[in-house]
């Protein structure tokens, strides 16, 4: 068993700093655990207290790179961590991202189960707040792409592809290059 940063190894379990329980063992992408001493991808730190703007920006990147497990980890983060109001808001975002997670791992029956939990608890939050789109998160749109997302992994029974797959949390910003305007008309 290796040693935790505290280089302690209390009863057999990787603890952390403070004596809690903690697996050290690396990670891959999607958050399964490898054999010690093996290479992962770096964990998404625990506790970490983020504004909103900052949880759905870090989230959105991790998801861009196929990581919905650390992602997850940014919206429990937020979850924990912010207002009692909003909560039910970040646990939804939370579910959808280990949805995500578990249909990119092959998962067919658990993955799509927890991508309509997390699509039925944010599009419930969203008319109990009247919000359907708070933090600029596009609420109807990713209720709708993760109802989707889960009867495709359901008819098809595959794994899919957690970058290739990944939604978009907010709209898509406007795109900036617009045809050039034509030139003005000949002068006689």
């Given at each position: 068993?290796?040693?935790t940063e ?26 399964r655990p490898?054999?010690y001493?093996?290479?992962?991808v770096e ?15 870090e ?7 196929g990581?919905p ?14 207002p009692?109001?909003?909560?039910e808001l970040?646990?939804?975002l ?25 699509a039925?608890a ?5 008319a109990?707040q ?14 709708t ?8 992994v ?14 978009r949390?907010?709209?898509?910003p406007?795109s900036t290059?617009?045809?050039p305007?034509?030139?003005?008309p000949a002068?006689?």
């Amino acid at each position: 068993m290796a040693d935790t940063e505290a280089g302690e190894d209390i009863g057999g379990r990787d603890r952390d700093t403070e004596g809690r329980a903690r697996n050290a063992r690396p990670r891959d992408g999607l958050g399964r655990p490898l054999p010690y001493g093996a290479d992962g991808v770096e964990r998404q730190p625990e506790g970490v207290v983020r504004s909103p703007g900052e949880t759905v920006t870090e989230a959105q990147a991790l998801l861009d790179a196929g990581k919905p497990f650390h992602a997850h980890e940014v919206f429990e983060d937020a979850w924990k961590s912010g207002p009692d109001a909003e909560r039910e808001l970040w646990r939804g975002l939370a579910q959808i991202a280990v949805g995500l997670t578990h249909s990119a791992r092959g998962n067919t029956t658990g993955g799509p189960r927890l991508l309509r939990r997390g699509a039925a608890a944010v599009t419930a939050w969203s008319a109990e707040q009247s919000r359907p789109r708070p933090y600029d998160l596009d609420l109807p749109g990713l209720a709708t792409w993760a109802g989707e997302l889960a009867g495709r992994v359901e008819r098809t029974s595959t794994p899919i592809d957690a970058a290739t797959e990944s939604p978009r949390l907010t709209p898509a910003p406007p795109s900036t290059s617009r045809p050039p305007l034509p030139p003005p008309p000949a002068t006689p």
